[in-house]
C-alpha cells in the first residue's frame, strides 16, 4: 500500500460533517504511517452538541485496545477532575488531537511514544471536523501535543495554563495531561493545580 503520511486526514473526510459519518470515515484513515500498527482508530465521543470539548494527546494502550478515548488511568483522573470541577459528563465531548496510538514496542508491552509535528498535522483536520459539529463553548486542551495542534508550537501550557484564550467562537483553557498527574512527584499537588484549570474551563463556560 502507498505511504500516506504526506497527505494528511483530509481525503477521507466525509461528504457529511456529522459524528456518526465522521466517526466511520475516521476508522479506516491512512491520513499518516500509524495506522499501520495501531489496532483501531479512537475517535472522539459524547453529545453532538457539547458545552466542553476536552481534547487530550493521543489514544493509550487501554484506549487503543477498546476503542474508546479516556479509558484508561488517565481517564478516571479525569473524571474525578470533572465532578469535582462540577462539569457534567453529559456536557463533555472528549477526543485527542491524535486518534491512532503511537508507541514503541518493548518485550511484550507497548511504550507511549509522542506523536510527531507531522502527525499532529496530518490528523488535524478530524480536529476541526469535531469542532466545526460539536460547536463547544470550552475547548479544554490536555496537554501540550493537543495544545500545538489547537494554538500553535509557541503557545506553552505552564506559562498560560488555567486562562481562557479565544479559538475561533469557542474559548480555549489549557492544563496539563492527566497522565502528566499520575507520573508527577506531587500527584497531590499535581492533581489540584489540573482541578483548578477545570475550574476556570466551568466559569469561562
Given at each position: 500500500?502507498a505511504?500516506?503520511?504526506?497527505?494528511?486526514?483530509?481525503?477521507?473526510?466525509?461528504d457529511?460533517?456529522d459524528?456518526?459519518?465522521l466517526?466511520?470515515?475516521?476508522?479506516?484513515?491512512?491520513?499518516?504511517?500509524?495506522?499501520?500498527?495501531?489496532?483501531?482508530?479512537?475517535?472522539?465521543?459524547?453529545?453532538?452538541?457539547?458545552?466542553?470539548?476536552?481534547?487530550?494527546?493521543q489514544?493509550?494502550?487501554?484506549?487503543?485496545?477498546?476503542?474508546?478515548?479516556f479509558?484508561?488511568?488517565?481517564?478516571?483522573?479525569?473524571?474525578?477532575?470533572?465532578?469535582?470541577?462540577?462539569?457534567?459528563?453529559?456536557?463533555?465531548?472528549?477526543?485527542?488531537?491524535?486518534?491512532?496510538?503511537?508507541?514503541t514496542?518493548r518485550?511484550?508491552?507497548?511504550?507511549?511514544?509522542?506523536?510527531?509535528?507531522?502527525?499532529?498535522?496530518a490528523c488535524r483536520?478530524?480536529?476541526?471536523?469535531?469542532?466545526a459539529?460539536?460547536?463547544?463553548?470550552?475547548?479544554?486542551?490536555?496537554g501540550?501535543?493537543?495544545?500545538?495542534?489547537?494554538?500553535?508550537?509557541?503557545?506553552?501550557?505552564?506559562?498560560?495554563?488555567?486562562?481562557p484564550?479565544?479559538?475561533?467562537e469557542?474559548?480555549?483553557?489549557?492544563?496539563v495531561?492527566p497522565?502528566?498527574?499520575?507520573?508527577?512527584?506531587?500527584?497531590?499537588d499535581a492533581?489540584?493545580?489540573?482541578?483548578?484549570?477545570?475550574?476556570?474551563?466551568?466559569?469561562?463556560a
Amino acid at each position: 500500500m502507498a505511504n500516506t503520511s504526506n497527505n494528511g486526514a483530509a481525503k477521507f473526510l466525509p461528504d457529511r460533517l456529522d459524528l456518526d459519518a465522521l466517526r466511520a470515515a475516521a476508522a479506516g484513515c491512512e491520513g499518516c504511517d500509524l495506522y499501520r500498527n495501531a489496532t483501531q482508530t479512537v475517535f472522539g465521543e459524547g453529545p453532538g452538541h457539547a458545552t466542553f470539548m476536552l481534547v487530550g494527546e493521543q489514544p493509550g494502550d487501554r484506549e487503543d485496545i477498546e476503542g474508546h478515548p479516556f479509558v484508561g488511568p488517565a481517564g478516571r483522573v479525569l473524571d474525578r477532575g470533572l465532578e469535582e470541577a462540577g462539569i457534567a459528563r453529559e456536557d463533555v465531548y472528549v477526543t485527542n488531537a491524535v486518534k491512532h496510538f503511537s508507541f514503541t514496542p518493548r518485550g511484550n508491552r507497548r511504550i507511549h511514544q509522542k506523536p510527531t509535528a507531522a502527525e499532529i498535522t496530518a490528523c488535524r483536520p478530524w480536529l476541526n471536523a469535531e469542532l466545526a459539529v460539536v460547536r463547544p463553548e470550552v475547548v479544554v486542551v490536555l496537554g501540550a501535543t493537543a495544545a500545538r495542534s489547537l494554538l500553535g508550537p509557541a503557545f506553552r501550557v505552564t506559562q498560560h495554563r488555567g486562562e481562557p484564550v479565544p479559538l475561533g467562537e469557542a474559548l480555549a483553557v489549557a492544563t496539563v495531561h492527566p497522565s502528566a498527574v499520575l507520573r508527577a512527584p506531587d500527584r497531590e499537588d499535581a492533581y489540584d493545580g489540573f482541578l483548578a484549570d477545570l475550574r476556570a474551563a466551568a466559569r469561562a463556560a
